[in-house]
């Protein structure tokens, strides 16, 4: 499981930091995002937290965008950059800008890059599911 790393800065260096991923965002070429989407993806994460920490987060409205447009294979496809943009977007209360995004008809998501494959995930749901229909029929039957 890979770490969190929590960058702490004084305004001035958040605000050059901010505008250097910006301008990284704004210049990357589709092609090389598209050979390491991680990287990417964990470049506007930390964006996205050092925008939420100077409590701006209309200035992260824009780049996000700009950067679901880069990553997104067709208007179809559905990243981890969406849920972040929608939240910056209710945060900045910039609601016309989800527009665009909420209109379109999803047919492909990513999966989660750090989480447990789907399968075993609906399995434990499963298991939990079981294990909570057995309690209520205990709890029923002790009861009445």
Known sequence: MRGICIWTFSREQASGFLLTIVN????????QIRLAPDKFFSICKKYKYQVLKLQVPMQGVAPLRTA?????SSAEHLTSLH???LLLCIL?????STQSILDEDIFEVDQPRDSLPLWLL???VLKNYFKRQWWLKALFTLCF
């Open 24 to 31: 990284f965002i704004n210049s990357c070429a589709v092609e």
């Open 68 to 72: 679901i447009c880069k990553i997104q």
């Open 83 to 85: 849920s972040d943009f």
């Open 92 to 96: 900045s209360k910039c609601y016309k």
């Open 122 to 124: 609906r399995v434990d």
